[in-house]
Structure formats: structure tokens, C-alpha cells
């Protein structure tokens, strides 16, 4: 059976649920906040007053998050390890039915859970900052605009509160200047983890039974780090470079087979092969037995799935502006908008072919 990240990506999904319905319910908490006695001339002093208790309230939220996202990236990583281990076992059955058992593969689960842990860590952090911030920011601006003239105190509310709904929480920012949406950070960091479980798991049993090489899938929408390496054999440990091998046969004793490798795993890995969004596939390859398949016409362009990722995006940002919306109007302009990004996914799916993921349009909210 072969492995790649993309076969732990559920797992990423649901830790990045987490914070998605963590975001959601501190963009409801302050909404709620403001929109109470929105009416009242000290309607400014009754919000500033009310700074502690919201702040209260939404480090509750954050709290609880960190406690339930800790043990979910610990049982999404030790999952993916499973998994891994299990397509080598698979893999390896055909010619090796008395494989021995599953480890366990603690350090390694550890090791990498510990790791998303702390990349993550700083993220709760910038999560109560940022709300607090919005607060204060819708409080001032909804405050000055009656003065100056501009908007009502609703209107300045909507604004301000809209810009922060529709940007989201800023999970990180790269070294590019590129700030990630909280989902979105969240869900990468884990996705490299536990697609780096399932590959080390399945590398390790393979290693075990002493196979050496294997075969790398095609995999529609490539991107061009991983281009290169489609539909070739690599040896999972060694030395770099492409050249000739002989190698027992899998299942002839004495008899040798001379394989063509175009360098080593680590290799590929290195120049970006089975990057965290990488669909790429690796699996045993038995010298004699294994036969590389024909290359296959590809449904759609790397680009094609960048613009799918970019209207997704979109998707969850009119939702949350829906929910961040303080009347009807409001609410169904933004549903309208919704409306229209799915539109222009139908269309993107019917032109290109690429398979549509509707689960990655929905913006998960607590319960």
C-alpha cells in the first residue's frame, strides 16, 4: 500500500477544526459584546468597562483549546504512525507473510507531536492579543464616527469588526511578509507531522525487512520540485544521484537485477518531493516483481489547484463575515457573496476536472 502525507490529511484537518471553532466562538463572543446596548449614549463606557470580563471570557476559550489540541495532535500524530506502518505491512505481505509486528514507534510520535506543540505554542498567544485588539479597535472607531459625521455607531462597528472577521486571526507570518489565516498555519504544521509519521513508519518497516528501494507515484497537479521525481525508483537510504544498481531479485534467490535509481529518498525529499501539500506517493519496490506504471494525462495544473485553494479561502472568509455580520442586511450580503465563490468553484471543477472539496469550504464552529 503506498504512503504519503496526503493519506494522514484527515488527521491535520481535525486538529485544524479545533481552532477554526475556537476562532469562530471568539468572533461571536465579541460580536455579541458589542451589539449589547448598542443604542446607549454611554454605550462607550459600558464596553471599555467590560474589557476584563471579555477578555475573561475569551481566554476560557483559548484555554480549553490548548488542552483539547494538545492530546488531538498527540493522537493524530501516533494515528499517522499506524498508518504508515500498516501500507508497509500490506506492501510487504505478498512476500513477506510472517513481517513481524507494528512498533510502536513512541520517540518518533513524540518527538514530532512535541514539535507541532511548539511551533504552534506562540499561536494562543496572538489569538487573545488580536481579539482584544479588535475590540478595543471597533470600540474607538464605531465611538469617533457619529462625531466626525461619517457613519453611524452601528456602520463603524460593522466596518471595523468586518475587517477583523474577514482577515481572521493571523496564525503566523513568514519570512516573505505573508501572514497565514489561523487555519491555515494550523493545518500545515500538523500535516507535515503526521505525514512525517506515516512516512517514517513505513520507511522504518521497510528497512526492518531490508527492502532498499522504492517507487514514486504520479500525482495529478504536480508541482515542479516534485516533477522530476514522478514514476522513478529511489533508494531509500545512501548516496545522491542518479546510476545503476544491481540488486537481489524479490523473489529469485541468486538472481540479480540491475535497477536504473535517480538518486536517494532523502535526496528527493530534500528538493521538495512529499512536501507537507504534496500527493506523491511512495511504496516498496521489489526488484523483478514491481513494475513502474505508464504515465497518466493529469486532470488539471498545479496552478489549477492554487486558484481552488484560493477561492476556499474566500468561501470561509464570507462565512466568517456572516457570522461577524450585526443585521439581516449585512448577513444575507455576505451570504451572497458566498454564493458567488461557490459558483466560481463549479465552474473552476467543470473547466479543469480537479475533484471539488466541499468539506474545505465549511467553516467549522464550536459546539
Request: aromatic share 4%; with cysteine; hydrophobic share 40%.
Amino acid at each position: 500500500m503506498p504512503v504519503s502525507p496526503d493519506m494522514a490529511e484527515d488527521l491535520a484537518a481535525a486538529v485544524a477544526d479545533l481552532y477554526e471553532a475556537a476562532e469562530s466562538t471568539l468572533i461571536e463572543k465579541i460580536r455579541r459584546a458589542l451589539t449589547e446596548g448598542i443604542g446607549s449614549p454611554v454605550w462607550e463606557q459600558l464596553k471599555l468597562a467590560a474589557v476584563g470580563h471579555l477578555q475573561t471570557a475569551l481566554d476560557e476559550v483559548i484555554t480549553a483549546l490548548q488542552a483539547d489540541a494538545s492530546g488531538a495532535i498527540h493522537r493524530a500524530v501516533a494515528e499517522a504512525y499506524t498508518r504508515g506502518a500498516q501500507a508497509a505491512v500490506v506492501e510487504l505481505g505478498a512476500v513477506a507473510p510472517t513481517v513481524a509486528a507494528i512498533p510502536a514507534g513512541a520517540p518518533v510520535v513524540d518527538r514530532l507531536a512535541q514539535a507541532v506543540i511548539a511551533d504552534t505554542g506562540p499561536v494562543h498567544l496572538r489569538m487573545l492579543r488580536q481579539s482584544m485588539d479588535a475590540y478595543r479597535d471597533v470600540v474607538a472607531r464605531a465611538t469617533a464616527a457619529p462625531v466626525l459625521g461619517a457613519q453611524t455607531r452601528r456602520q463603524a462597528a460593522q466596518t471595523a469588526l468586518d475587517q477583523f472577521a474577514g482577515r481572521g486571526i493571523t496564525g503566523f507570518v513568514d519570512r516573505s511578509g505573508r501572514s497565514w489565516e489561523l487555519r491555515s498555519y494550523v493545518e500545515m504544521a500538523t500535516r507535515s507531522a503526521v505525514g512525517r509519521a506515516a512516512l517514517e513508519a513505513h520507511t522504518d518497516r521497510l528497512a526492518a525487512y531490508g527492502v532498499d528501494l522504492v517507487l514514486v507515484s504520479q500525482a495529478p497537479e504536480e508541482c515542479k520540485l516534485c516533477r522530476p521525481w514522478e514514476r522513478t525508483i529511489l533508494v531509500r537510504t545512501g548516496a545522491p544521484g542518479a546510476r545503476d544498481v544491481e540488486v537481489e531479485h524479490a523473489t529469485e534467490d541468486g538472481e540479480t537485477v540491475t535497477v536504473r535509481v535517480a538518486g536517494s529518498l532523502p535526496e528527493a525529499r530534500a528538493a521538495g518531493l512529499q512536501h507537507p501539500n504534496c500527493r506523491h506517493t511512495v511504496s516498496a519496490y521489489l526488484p523483478g516483481v514491481t513494475r513502474i506504471p505508464k504515465a497518466q494525462p493529469s486532470r488539471g495544473t498545479y496552478e489549477d489547484s492554487q486558484r481552488q485553494r484560493y477561492l476556499e479561502r474566500q468561501i470561509r472568509k464570507w462565512k466568517r463575515l456572516e457570522a461577524a455580520a450585526l443585521d439581516d442586511a449585512r448577513r444575507a450580503q455576505a451570504r451572497a457573496r458566498v454564493r458567488a465563490y461557490q459558483g466560481r468553484v463549479r465552474e473552476l471543477v467543470a473547466e479543469t476536472g480537479l475533484p471539488r472539496k466541499s468539506h474545505r469550504e465549511q467553516l467549522t464552529t464550536s459546539r
